[in-house]
């Protein structure tokens, strides 16, 4: 997986009602910012989802050893804001936790290539143009 060249996380903020927020410095060069994220008792979360997703990117979640990993990927050459929030899920029967990822997402550099210019499409297959003793017909077939 490609990484962004510019990523940078705050740390994870939980607020007064237990759910989390951070904040994503990234560059919109088609690479991942990613954040990683463990239990208080060190473990990776049995499940996650992302509930809103980004608006101007994509956010994929998988866990790993201990940590469950939250990346972001912003779409190609936008600059701006975009927000997701993680549903983290510690176990069965147990309270969720959400987590909220505010992306700065900056474009400086980022090259967007265009389509080559493509030939031109030919006159269709029904309609044949001929000349006859200098006068244009039109055929059809």
């Known amino acids: 997986m490609k990484k962004s060249a510019v990523c940078k996380t705050t740390p994870v ?8 927020s951070t904040t994503m ?3 919109s060069d088609d690479g991942l910012c ?3 994220i463990s239990q208080p008792n060190g473990k990776a979360y049995a499940s996650f989802g992302v509930t809103p997703p980004p608006d101007h990117g994509k956010a994929f979640l998988y866990s790993l050893d201990d940590n469950t990993h ?7 050459g936008y600059a701006g804001q975009d927000t997701f929030t993680v549903v983290l899920i510690p176990g069965r029967g147990l309270p969720r936790t959400r987590l909220t990822v505010t992306a700065q997402v ?3 550099g980022v090259y967007i290539p265009h389509p ?13 143009k001929t000349t006859s003793r200098g006068k244009a017909a039109t055929h059809q077939k």
């Open 106 to 108: 900056d474009a400086t």
């Open 70 to 76: 939250v990346t972001y990927t912003p779409t190609l």
């Open 116 to 128: 080559a210019v493509s030939a031109p499409t030919p006159a269709s297959a029904k309609e044949k």
């Open 25 to 27: 410095t990234v560059r």
């Open 13 to 20: 903020q939980k607020g007064a009602d237990g759910q989390l």
């Open 34 to 36: 990613e954040l990683l």
